[in-house]
């Protein structure tokens, strides 16, 4: 069979067009950051839950967005209603939106989305009462095992994994699903604190136990959205092991996407199998059939550098990048500057990958994080003792939205006007925005500015791409950047 799916206007694709098979195997989406990965994931998760939509915010999609997924003879239209979220505008009897394509699966979206944070505000309570062991059991055998052998290859490594009693009683404690916890000499640790590796697995390895292992259903499909962010590289290995030895040996028909930067799991995935996505501009381009060194030569960076820099968009980078050349940084060492996500990912992505030593034995990791975070950052004691250092300055929307809207910089506006609004002036944009109904209703978090500024630089041409890389420069040289460079010069000692 295959899955027809067509995407206008969702986040950064503003059109795809895919035709995957939706049959037995494993297989990859594969790509550059920001290609689009995430977002076709998404788009495929629906079929699995109707819920994934509510993950794509207002600035994700515009009035004129559709995602539309065709299965043989089965198809639905998910378009904007009138509360800005995706539907099919179909309902159950009980007002629940219903789907035409639907299957029983798995959906683990990337470290910004995954699933495994849905319970995470609950559990602290749980723990807190002084009965909550009472109703907890040993886990299954399967799934400690499972985990135990693909994180450390070594089954009974999980031994102490418990888990609450039954669905009825989580749901009672107000868990939607069914908590995982681990039991040490002195302390139970609940799926929600441990790594991001350890609670994603235990979420997939949980499903497979009662809806594969106990042939719950014929055909199952599973989508896992950047792998690599969660796993170290052996892991992933024993992952897709184990995943393989499950297809060939079980009578459901398992359908297992994954998404992924990964080179263990390219390499172990037939050609036909992967699918290599390139955004040209917005407009999504599939290669298929794609050999696994064709795949990541663009997308797998030799571990041959002393530092790893991770940093939350693709402004920071620039911005870092900047710093290092202006400084002479780079002097007698490789540096290699990745954008991240968000201030809490990152954090989270920073601490496993040193628990790890995902990168190996020589390697330092810094984080470098956007300036208005700071506060919130140096509150987490737990990793206090993560390299980090801090920008001078806020994200690119809040920066911009502070400097043009909440405390006019006259000098900064006209820099920027002279440069880069030849059509219109950013005087008279500052102007209608701050006038605009819109602007009074909305939040003030930069986000719709940044927008007006996107869409007036559009008309002359300019791409966002090429903003930032030029502001870049602009704010390397109107901002004292001197503390900074301090910073990480002492950081990269």
């Known amino acids: 069979m295959i899955?027809?799916?067509?995407?206008?206007?969702?986040?950064?694709?503003?059109?795809?067009?895919?035709?995957?098979?939706?049959?037995?195997?494993?297989?990859?989406?594969?790509?550059?950051?920001?290609?689009?990965?995430?977002?076709i994931m998404l788009?495929?998760?629906?079929?699995?839950?109707?819920?994934?939509?509510?993950?794509?915010?207002?600035?994700?999609?515009?009035?004129?967005?559709?995602?539309?997924?065709?299965?043989?003879?089965?198809?639905?239209e998910w378009t904007p209603n009138?509360?800005?979220?995706?539907?099919?505008?179909?309902?159950?009897?009980?007002?629940?939106?219903?789907?035409?394509?639907?299957?029983?699966?798995?959906?683990?979206?990337?470290?910004?989305?995954?699933?495994?944070f849905h319970d995470y505000n609950k559990i602290d309570d749980f723990v807190a009462k002084d009965n909550f062991q009472e109703v907890l059991v040993k886990a299954d055998d399967f799934v400690s095992e499972t985990l135990g052998y693909i994180l450390h290859n070594d089954k009974s490594y999980y031994n102490g994994l418990m888990k609450i009693k039954s669905r009825e009683i989580a749901k009672r404690e107000g868990f939607n699903g069914i908590p995982y916890f681990v039991k040490t000499e002195d302390n139970i640790i609940s799926?929600?604190?441990?790594?991001?590796?350890?609670?994603?697995?235990?979420?997939?390895?949980?499903?497979?136990?009662?809806?594969?292992?106990?042939?719950?259903?014929?055909?199952?499909?599973?989508?896992i959205d950047e792998v690599e962010l969660a796993l170290h590289p052996s892991a992933i290995d024993r992952l897709v092991l184990f995943l393989e030895n499950l297809i060939k040996e079980n009578d459901t028909e398992l359908i297992i996407y994954f998404s992924t930067h990964s080179a263990e799991l390219i390499h172990?995935?037939?050609?036909?199998?992967?699918f290599l996505i390139e955004n040209n501009n917005g407009v999504v381009d599939i290669i298929n059939p794609c050999y696994p060194n064709y795949a990541i030569r663009n997308l797998y960076i030799p571990n041959g550098f002393d530092f790893l820099l991770l940093v939350e968009d693709e402004l920071s980078k620039c911005l870092v990048e900047?710093?290092?050349?202006?400084?002479n940084l780079y002097a007698s060492k490789l540096c290699c500057v990745l954008a991240a996500g968000g201030?809490?990912?990152?954090?989270?992505?920073?601490?496993?990958?040193?628990?790890y030593n995902t990168l190996g034995v020589g390697k330092k990791i810094i984080s470098i994080y956007d300036g208005d975070v700071k506060e919130l950052i140096c509150k987490k004691e737990e990793y206090k003792d993560l390299p980090k250092c801090f920008l001078p300055i806020k994200s690119i929307e809040k920066y911009l939205f502070n400097k043009c809207v909440v405390n006019e910089d006259s000098k900064f506006i006209k820099l920027l006007g002279d440069k880069y609004f030849n059509q219109r002036s950013l005087r008279d944009i500052i102007y209608d925005y701050k006038n605009d109904e819109r602007t009074r209703k909305g939040k003030s978090d930069g986000k719709g500015f940044y927008k007006v500024i996107l869409a007036n630089l559009s008309k002359s041409g300019i791409k966002e791409d090429d903003f930032v890389k030029y502001l870049c420069e602009d704010i390397y040289e109107y901002e004292d950047m001197t503390s900074f460079v301090k910073s990480l010069e002492a950081l990269l000692l």
Do not use: W
Request: with cysteine; glycine share 6%; charged share 20%.
């Open 191 to 223: 799926q929600y604190k441990m790594s991001s590796g350890e609670s994603m697995l235990i979420s997939l390895i949980d499903f497979i136990n009662n809806l594969v292992i106990k042939a719950t259903y014929s055909k199952l499909f599973f989508l």
């Open 43 to 76: 788009a495929l998760s629906l079929i699995v839950k109707t819920s994934s939509s509510h993950m794509l915010m207002s600035n994700d999609i515009s009035p004129d967005s559709y995602i539309n997924i065709a299965l043989e003879n089965k198809k639905d």
């Open 343 to 355: 201030c809490n990912q990152m954090i989270k992505l920073h601490h496993d990958m040193v628990t």
């Open 3 to 39: 899955l027809s799916t067509e995407i206008k206007n969702i986040k950064n694709i503003k059109s795809a067009s895919l035709e995957l098979p939706f049959e037995k195997g494993l297989f990859a989406l594969v790509g550059e950051n920001g290609c689009g990965k995430s977002t």
């Open 82 to 116: 009138k509360a800005g979220k995706l539907s099919t505008g179909k309902y159950n009897e009980r007002n629940q939106l219903m789907t035409s394509v639907h299957y029983h699966g798995f959906y683990e979206g990337s470290i910004f989305y995954g699933s495994r």
């Open 268 to 274: 172990r995935i037939s050609p036909k199998n992967i």
């Open 322 to 327: 900047k710093v290092l050349r202006q400084n």
